[in-house]
């Protein structure tokens, strides 16, 4: 098959569908960073502040800005849609006030729900939150169901630290959460607990920042009851859950010492991506993870776009490490390419089924 092409056989026949469910808007036109420099750089002075008109992206440099690039790089990889979301270092919710976040989640939004338009067999929508340190939760809910009811998002990334890096806001466990979470079960949609960049010096935003995120929530989730509140709420930990899957005893020894239920009780809530770079990692995801706990994902072009020497293949490309681990025969990897993310992203499974897949 000729690279670039797209696999219609596949896409238009009902057969099986590969989605991978966590990839950002990481080519947007260059315009798309101009707007945003310009409206951090008058964070001081509103009454400089660009407005959301000010932002021209045509239709073609949308196109261009994803034929040459997701697009062409997720036929090649072999899938077939992919939940696009803005990128998540530019998020920055600690930047500016709520005005500020509110106003760029909504280009933000707006962007992404332009490309699922310009190419709706490829790319589903997933939103970022208007979130801001100090502030109710509660105040992203408007841009939360805009998004849903009104784009067609699919997913939404919830940032559980918008003070980048330094957390020192409530845990997610914390009941001023809550209205969040009673419209996002209300909407049907889960929400990926998926940090931005950070401005604490200490950490590395995709090095560490991301990773020690993605094992801070599910200690939080741990220690908490909010399921028992929320029982259809479901939260997706990306990058393959940090170093839960690692530290699985660990985790298990903390809640038999607090008298707690076990990590295993927050598998009806919790799903895990496969954004794990190297072929041992995918293994002991694999091994550790129950397979209906796990989805798809790549999250390229993004946070590693290098080849490894070792073999000679990107280290994004995490369906190759799918198709080689030991640990999954053929329903299971059908499962998650597909069924699990069908599942945990309802809204997602109601589009593809519009469209006969």
């Keep these: 098959m000729e690279e670039g092409k797209p696999r219609v056989d596949l896409l238009c026949d009902g057969s099986s569908v590969i989605i991978d469910c966590h990839t950002h808007y990481t080519t947007a036109p260059p315009q798309f960073k101009a707007w945003r420099d310009r409206q951090v750089a008058a964070i001081r002075d509103g009454a400089q502040a660009p407005s959301p008109d000010d932002l021209a992206i045509t239709d073609d440099e949308i196109r261009e800005s994803i034929e040459h690039n997701q697009l062409k790089v997720m036929i090649a990889r072999g899938s077939d849609l992919t939940v696009l979301s803005p990128r998540a270092s530019f998020m920055a919710h600690h930047i500016g006030d709520l005005r ?13 729900y ?6 709706p067999q490829y790319f589903a929508l997933g939103a970022m939150l208007p979130q801001s340190p100090g502030v109710p939760p509660s105040t992203v809910i408007p841009e939360l169901r805009r998004a849903v009811e009104e784009l067609g998002a699919v997913c939404v990334n919830l940032n559980p630290d918008p003070t980048g890096g330094f957390w020192n806001g409530p845990p997610l466990t914390d009941p001023t959460w809550y209205p969040v979470y009673e419209a996002l079960t209300e909407l049907d949609v889960p929400a990926m607990l998926h940090v931005s960049t950070t401005c604490n010096p200490a950490f590395h935003t995709t090095g560490s920042h991301y990773l020690n995120a993605d094992t801070a929530v599910f200690m939080q989730l741990l220690e908490s009851d909010l399921f028992a509140h929320f029982p259809t709420l479901q939260f997706v930990i990306p990058h393959g859950g940090g170093a839960v899957p690692y530290h ?10 607090e008298n707690r239920p076990g990590p295993e ?7 895990f991506d496969t954004c794990v770079y190297h072929q041992p990692g995918i293994d002991l995801l694999a091994e550790v993870i129950p397979t209906q706990n796990l989805l798809f994902a790549s999250e390229m072009i993004g946070a590693v776009r290098g080849v490894d020497p070792d073999t000679g293949n990107y280290f994004d490309d995490t369906k190759r490490y799918l198709d080689s681990t030991p640990h999954l025969d053929e329903s299971q990897r059908a499962a998650i390419f597909e069924g699990n993310v069908r599942q945990v992203y309802p809204r997602l499974d109601t589009l593809l089924k519009s469209q006969g897949r």
């Design 248 to 257: 699985w005893g660990r985790f298990r020894g903390i809640a038999m010492r």
């Design 100 to 112: 500020v976040s509110l106003t760029w989640s909504r280009i933000c939004n707006d962007l992404c």
């Design 265 to 271: 009780s927050l598998l009806r809530n919790i799903f």
């Design 114 to 119: 332009r490309v699922t338009k310009l190419f």
